[in-house]
């Protein structure tokens, strides 16, 4: 069981038809299961799972740089 990091939620609202007719919508957030480094699977939004690889890969260039 993944463990649910982030606290976003769908959003809710109207469709309007071309008549403007309201139907109810919901746009859920799009949630994926991500394993982590130390191996744990975390639940998070394609955005935030993003940001920590992009985390992880600006470390790697750092340790590069740093050995090279």
């Known amino acids: 069981m993944a463990?649910?990091?982030t606290n976003k939620?769908?959003?809710?609202?109207?469709?309007?038809?071309?008549?403007?007719n309201a139907t109810k919508m919901q746009q859920k957030p799009n949630l994926?299961?991500?394993r982590?480094?130390?191996?744990t699977k975390v639940r998070l939004s394609t955005r935030e799972a993003r940001?920590?690889?992009k985390?992880?890969?600006s470390?790697?260039?750092?340790?590069?740089?740093e050995t090279a």
Do not use: Y
């Open 3 to 5: 463990i649910k990091v």
């Open 9 to 20: 939620k769908p959003l809710t609202g109207n469709k309007r038809s071309h008549a403007l």
């Open 32 to 34: 994926q299961v991500v």
């Open 36 to 39: 982590l480094e130390d191996g």
């Open 51 to 53: 940001t920590i690889r």
């Open 55 to 57: 985390g992880q890969e």
């Open 59 to 65: 470390k790697d260039v750092e340790n590069l740089e």
